[in-house]
């Protein structure tokens, strides 16, 4: 049993150290790091283990260590877990503030007001961002100048894969789709 653990804590250290520089910028290399941390402190544990029952002759030191390396596992799990959920549920990426994001774009030139934002993960590093964005009433060809703005705003953030929908302020419809349906609603209600 002691030599065994010591041959996987040897191995597994040494996963460790492969992993390590890649850690911080991968949702999967993060979690492949964080199960050969476990692995390794569990034979470290293991291994001291062996050597406690061998001097002492308690062998409830095994189950003990068991429920000790479960609780280790979970507690080294949890974290992953949270950010896998968080990507899966397309929540906002850690470290970034809706408001932040928002208030950047709405101090560029061009941009009269920014709505509807949403951000989100595609992975441990890439995140995704579709906006509505209010300009003054242009033609598409002098309006790509603020887009290039925008994605050089967001590029600060990371977030590289966008949806930016302009409106104008000469014509900002935004709210028209739900008031023509609104009012389409009353009128089938009135003749019914």
């Known amino acids: 049993m002691l030599a065994v653990a010591a041959a996987a804590l040897a191995l597994t250290g040494a996963i460790r150290w ?3 520089g890649d850690k911080d910028r991968d949702l999967n290399i993060r979690a492949a790091f964080m199960h050969m941390l476990g692995d390794a402190v569990s034979s ?5 283990g ?3 029952i061998h001097f002492t002759g308690l062998e409830s030191i095994d189950p003990i260590l068991s429920v000790l390396i479960g609780a280790l596992i979970i507690w080294t799990a949890w974290d992953i877990i949270k950010e896998s959920l968080n990507v899966l549920l397309e929540g906002l990426p850690r470290g970034l503030e809706l408001a932040t994001v928002t208030n950047a774009l709405r101090e560029l030139e061009g941009v009269v007001d920014v709505h509807d934002v949403h951000i989100w993960s595609l992975g441990s590093s890439a995140h995704a961002m579709s906006c509505h964005v209010l300009i003054e009433d242009m033609p598409p060809s002098e309006s790509n100048a603020i887009l290039v703005r925008i ?6 953030f990371h977030i590289h894969h966008t949806t ?4 104008h302020t000469k014509c900002a419809l935004s709210d028209a ?9 009353q009128h089938e209600h009135r003749h019914s």
């Open 18 to 20: 492969g992993l390590h």
């Open 44 to 48: 470290l544990a293991i291994v001291g």
């Open 50 to 52: 062996a050597i406690a």
């Open 151 to 156: 994605n050089d705003v967001l590029c600060r």
């Open 164 to 167: 930016v929908q302009f409106e």
């Open 177 to 185: 789709p739900c008031s023509i349906v609104a009012s389409a609603h």
